[in-house]
């Protein structure tokens, strides 16, 4: 991949997860090589790269459309994620640190807080701590093919954003969820923190559903976006877990 076609790549697709692009939005190659400096080639080239991760869609004599999400999608990525999370859970439970238990501990607090404090921009801090919650885990689990997989499916605007949906009560349980999982991992109990994760997904599942199935995905407020330097996801740093299993 050329350097200006990762630039287009990176920036349409984060674009895409943040909501700034919304499902059915045009994306011309004109207006989308002139926003970012590059030529038309590149920036074709990307797309379809996007569409073949399920972000874009491209229609013959009529462009490239950021791809909307329906009940279908949504029960497949779940559908996955409900076997594949749960496998990683398992698998971080025999293999975590205390350092990374600990931050888990303290991203739910931080989760817990943004649900009881409700202050300006509460969903998106509670979502960027979520989705750490959930890298640290992979990174625990250390198994590089589960993490690419599941790079791919978890980070779609949908997944994103589906704590903007929750009632109350819903919101609770998930967090909830959160320290149950970690007090499997405390236990090293596989079993334990499989089911778990199960049980969050499965909930988070049925509730984007049943959202699903009144109003449109585009209908969903866009996260806020994120600084620069917070685009880098936790699951790709090397973590402690990662270094112990060098040793």
Partial sequence: ????????YLDVRQKIIDGVYR??????????????GVSRTPVREALRRLQAEGLVQIIANRGA???????KDIDEVFDLRSMLEAHAAYLAARHITVASLDRLDVLARQMDAAVAERTPHWLDRLTRHNTEFHQLIMQAANHRRLDIVLGEIVQVPMVMRTFAIYSDDELARSMQHHHEMIAAFREADGDWAASVMKSHL????H?????????????????????????????????????????
């Fill in 1 to 8: 991949m050329s350097a200006a076609e990762k630039t287009v």
């Fill in 23 to 36: 499902g059915g939005e045009h994306l011309t190659t004109e207006t989308l090589a002139a926003t970012l």
């Fill in 65 to 71: 459309f950021v791809s909307s999400w329906n009940v």
């Fill in 202 to 205: 499965y909930a988070a599942h």
């Fill in 207 to 247: 509730v984007l559903r049943r959202t699903l199935a009144t109003i449109d995905a585009s209908d969903l407020p866009p996260l806020d976006p994120l600084p620069q330097a917070s685009r880098t996801p936790p699951r790709r740093r090397r973590s402690a877990d990662q270094d112990k299993s060098q040793e």
